[in-house]
């Protein structure tokens, strides 16, 4: 039993079904999104233990809100520690506390709406030639196509052409490299005394990682000599100062930032655009009112920041991918403090975490869950359900900082796609999620087909 504000609450339960030394390690080295989904079953807040270890997992909807909202300041993301701590440093994603909050206010003017709106020609100028040169009648490895596609745009958005398209090509390349490494070794290559194990896959991550820092140290220093502006969302950031103190951005700072957002923005927004297309493949009317709403709008025409506003049918089939396909399919959290969630007090130090796969999938949420209808989008839910349960961006203080990129940027590339290919999934071809640091399909050839 466990007290919280004087009441005796239950004790948080173990899912059933662990081994008895190793308890759901196995299950979880298996199936992890099937664990997620199983460990639902069992109530509001369970925990899963992994031998010694256990791990609190939040499934209900406002225990979740009340991690990422109400409880947010009593929580840490735990995350400081393997190959994307040393990738992304102090960037956004692994920062926490007050150093978090002032880091959040440097990085959000890159993020408003007018500059959105100012990156989507460079997002326009990478995607579009490349989607228009596909081979009419080849079978394109759709997901690696698109991911590195979204990679590009993100490069290209951070570093003007100011920089030297050769420096590009190589930070580039590099990124590369590293979003592959990061995932490359494991859990193996994230225990901290391994890494410095001399593998070959370790001495490629630090080389990469290396070569990475001192490119962004160049440009970054030869920026502040210039003093000008480069018209990218270095420069913007660059520009940025504190409210209370006056302080910008070290340049040690600005690299991190610059890594994170290209390790936090690129794959995720690649693998839902993605899962969109495999679904439409999969749904050859859906695909066909998709391509119809291309057709009207962008009357053949490249699309505009205003233009992107009128494809609702087009932002519902993303909104759909994002549920059934969540490319966040599992957010950790640690607590700083003693904090309450679900009716439980969870003491200082504990492990949680909760899986939006697993939440988008339930029945008591969402009808027919597995089914793929982006008509839903349109007709079941109001603003304020949609928020109350469904997170594919996060909420509160560290909702995704790049969501309106991420929406324009989809958009744009799926209507794209619409306007110009048919999509269908070559024969024979079984896809199935793989959890990875993001959830991507096991493998995705599509075969693109010119429309008339
Ligand atoms: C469909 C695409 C995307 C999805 C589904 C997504 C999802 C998420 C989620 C769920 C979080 C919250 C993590 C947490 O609460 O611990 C997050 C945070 C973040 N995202 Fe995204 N994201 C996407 C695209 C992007 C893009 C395009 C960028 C940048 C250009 C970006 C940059 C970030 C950063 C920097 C954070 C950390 C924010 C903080 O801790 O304050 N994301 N994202």
Redesign the pocket.
């Known amino acids: 039993m466990t007290v919280v504000n004087g009441e005796v609450t239950r004790e948080v339960p173990v899912i059933p079904g662990g081994q008895r030394v190793l308890g759901h390690a196995l299950e979880f080295g298996r199936d992890p999104l099937a664990l997620f989904q199983r460990a639902r079953e069992h109530g509001d807040v369970v925990r899963i233990r992994f031998g010694p270890f256990c791990f609190y997992v939040l499934n209900s909807p406002s225990a979740i809100r009340q991690a ?1 909202v109400g409880e947010a300041r009593k929580l840490g ?1 735990g995350l400081n520690f393997g190959r994307a701590k040393r990738l992304i440093g102090n ?3 692994m ?1 926490e506390g007050e150093n ?1 909050h002032r ?2 206010r440097l ?1 959000q003017p890159a ?1 408003h709406r007018a500059e959105i709106a100012r990156y989507v020609a460079t997002m326009r100028d990478v995607a579009v030639p490349r989607i228009s040169a596909w081979p009419d009648g080849g079978t394109l490895a759709f997901d690696r196509e698109i991911r590195s596609i979204t990679l590009t745009v ?1 490069t290209r ?1 951070l570093l003007s052409s100011d920089v030297g398209t050769d420096a590009i090509d190589e930070i580039e390349r590099l990124l590369r490299t590293l979003l592959s490494e990061l995932v490359a070794r494991g859990i193996a290559a994230n225990v901290p005394g391994l890494a410095w194990v001399p593998t070959r896959s370790n001495r490629r991550f630090s080389a990469a990682n290396r070569r990475l820092g001192a490119l962004l140290t160049r440009i970054i220093d030869g920026y502040r000599r210039a003093g000008a502006d480069h018209d990218d969302l270095i420069s913007i950031l660059m520009r940025a100062r504190d409210d209370d103190t006056g302080a910008g951005m070290t340049s040690k700072q600005l690299r991190d930032e610059a890594t ?3 390790i ?3 794959e ?2 690649g ?2 655009i993605a899962w969109a297309c495999y679904l439409l493949a999969q749904h050859p009317q859906i695909q066909e009112r998709l391509q119809e709403e291309a057709d009207l709008v962008l009357e053949g025409a490249d699309a505009s920041y205003e233009t992107l506003s009128r494809l609702p049918f087009t932002r519902a089939v993303i909104t759909e991918a ?1 549920r059934l396909y ?3 399919w599992i ?3 640690r607590a700083l403090v003693d904090v309450e969630l679900g009716g439980h007090l969870l003491r200082a130090g504990s492990r949680i975490f909760f899986s ?1 796969y697993a939440l988008n999938r339930d029945a008591r949420l969402h009808h027919d869950p597995d089914r793929f209808e982006p008509d839903r989008w349109a007709t079941d839910y109001s603003r304020s359900d949609m928020r109350a349960t469904f ?13 309106g ?2 929406w324009t ?2 958009t744009l590339l799926l209507s794209a796609i619409a306007a110009r290919w048919q999509l269908r999934l070559a024969d024979g071809t079984a896809v199935h999620p793989v959890v990875s640091s993001t959830l991507v399909p096991s493998e995705l050839p599509i075969i693109v087909t010119r429309r008339r």
Do not use: D
């Not at 996060?394 to 900082?401: A, D, T």
């Open positions: 990422l993301k960037g956004l994603v920062s978090h880091q959040r990085m993020f993100l958005t994170t957002l290209v936090a923005g690129s995720t927004t693998n839902t994002l969540s490319p966040v957010l950790p959290r939006p997170f594919p961006f996060g909420q509160g203080i560290r909702n995704c900082i790049g969501e990129f991420a940027e989809s």
